[in-house]
């Protein structure tokens, strides 16, 4: 079984950064597809960014150019590095893992970013 916790969430102006946490246990972190979705008040949860176990990444165009998707397998955690964040991020920012040969999609608790002025 995969445990997500997420952290890193808050209030920032327009404009600002944050970075978000996310820690796995319960399974083999470097061999596991780890992503990161949203979903904002009202709205379906949506995928924005992906990395692969060799760290290949990929991005949708609304967040390409502004959030960053890393790992470090030596602390079995995900990142998810956001800048010139705009009213529009504000959501409810989910860490999503999945493991080889397992059909199971793993989920974080869910962090909480509120961009405002």
């Known amino acids: 079984q995969v445990q997500l916790v997420e952290s890193g969430g808050g209030l920032v102006q327009p404009g600002g950064s944050l970075r978000l946490s996310c820690a796995s246990s319960?399974?083999?972190?470097?061999?596991?597809?780890m992503a990161w979705y949203r979903q904002a008040s009202g709205k379906q949860r949506e995928l924005l960014t992906a990395?692969?176990?060799?760290?290949?990444?990929d991005y949708v165009d609304s967040v390409k150019g502004r959030f960053t998707i890393s790992r470090d397998n030596t602390k079995n955690t995900v990142y998810l590095q956001m800048n010139n964040l705009k009213p529009e991020d504000t959501a409810v920012y989910y860490c999503?893992?999945?493991?080889?040969?397992?059909?199971?999609?793993?989920w974080g608790q869910g962090t909480q970013v509120t961009v405002s002025s």
């Open positions: 990395i692969t176990s060799s760290g290949r990444t």
């Open positions: 999503n893992a999945r493991r080889p040969h397992d059909p199971l999609d793993y």
């Open positions: 319960g399974s083999i972190f470097s061999e596991n597809h």
